[in-house]
């Protein structure tokens, strides 16, 4: 290659991965916006949350436009590829957490026109919070090159489940109490499960950040809640985007 080619070739790329920050930052305030949203029974900023998650899908597309063609032309190997694979994987992980964040607050709109149900308002704020802690630190690891923080995401995971666990018994606790609560336990139940999901994600990308850097792949097994410590919960049908 001519040193020409080979500056516009690494520009390309570089250029892949501020797209890919970009989407990430754009999904990480969706996350953040959507429980702000509930919390707040904030109508305007739910509202918003939903009609910007057209954004993130433009993004995802054009991030695997760009990665198709850049293999395409450029045929790239090694870490070269690793990188530009990578790009669609978290684009394609991004896009999905936007998608959930949409869906949350779409049922944070429901609820805004109802029973404020203020304590498990409170108990979706925490675990939003924690979620979307995960997201930041994934997303500044991805940032940083950091292969440590995206590990010590991955062995977080278990703390999202523990707090899916925690909230459905006390969903489920107001639901068998006073029948009138289940409409709105339910959208409540729903949240929780996307921001579980939302929790997977943030797993996924430390997984492919772990890929991206090492050229191996991630095989530990993911730590999970213990079921032999608690009964079992059973899961919601998928709440799709």
């Not at 990430?24 to 029974?41: K, T, W, Y």
């Not at 450029?74 to 957490?97: F, G, I, N």
């Not at 921001?195 to 991206?212: K, Q, V």
């Amino acid at each position: 290659m001519t040193q020409h080619t080979v500056k516009a070739y690494g520009d390309e790329l570089d250029q892949l991965t501020a797209e890919v920050a970009r989407m990430g930052g754009l999904a990480e305030a969706q996350v953040a916006d959507a429980i702000d949203s509930v919390a707040r029974r904030d109508v305007a900023l739910g509202r918003s949350v939903v009609e910007r998650d057209a954004r993130l899908d433009a993004l995802q597309r054009e991030i695997e436009k760009k990665a198709i063609r850049l293999i395409a032309l450029r045929q790239p190997v090694a870490s070269d590829l690793r990188r530009t694979l990578s790009s669609m994987k978290l684009a394609t992980d991004l896009e999905r957490t936007g998608d959930l964040a949409k869906n949350i607050a779409k049922r944070g709109l429901i609820l805004a026109e109802g029973d404020p149900m203020q304590p498990l308002t409170r108990s979706i704020e925490r675990m939003g919070k924690l979620v979307s802690m995960r997201l930041r630190d994934v997303l500044d690891a991805y940032a940083a090159g950091e292969i440590e923080r995206a590990v010590a995401v991955w062995n977080t995971d278990d703390e999202v489940d523990e707090h899916y666990n925690s909230l459905f018994r006390e969903l489920l606790t107001y639901m068998m109490g006073d029948p009138r609560t289940i409409g709105a336990c339910t959208h409540l139940l729903f949240m929780a499960k996307n921001l579980e999901r939302i929790g997977d994600h943030a797993t996924n990308i430390a997984e492919t950040i772990y890929y991206e850097i090492t050229g191996q792949e991630f095989t530990g097994e993911r730590p999970r809640w213990n079921p032999d410590t608690a009964e079992d919960i059973p899961e919601p049908p998928a709440d799709d985007a």
